[in-house]
């Protein structure tokens, strides 16, 4: 969540080229990580660790957007 905050305040200040190339880059990273999250659907530990660091993207995205907005 930290790029897609980043990204909508990108946007909002018009800067939609650099936006797009953060949302690219977020879509990116979100198939990598969910293409190994799938094949390595044996392990709960992935599970718990993908939610976690989903968690912490979402926390570091609001600090993010406070302290730019």
């Known amino acids: 969540m930290t790029l897609e905050n980043l990204r909508l305040l ?15 880059i977020d879509v990116i990273l ?3 990580a969910l293409k190994y999250i799938v094949e390595n659907l044996k392990t709960k530990s992935l599970y718990v660790a993908y939610a976690l660091g989903y968690g912490v ?5 609001s600090l993010l957007f406070n302290i730019l907005v």
């Open 30 to 32: 979100a198939l990598v």
């Open 57 to 61: 993207g979402v926390y570091l995205g």
């Open 10 to 24: 990108l946007m909002v200040g018009g800067h939609a080229v650099i936006a797009s190339v953060l949302s690219t």
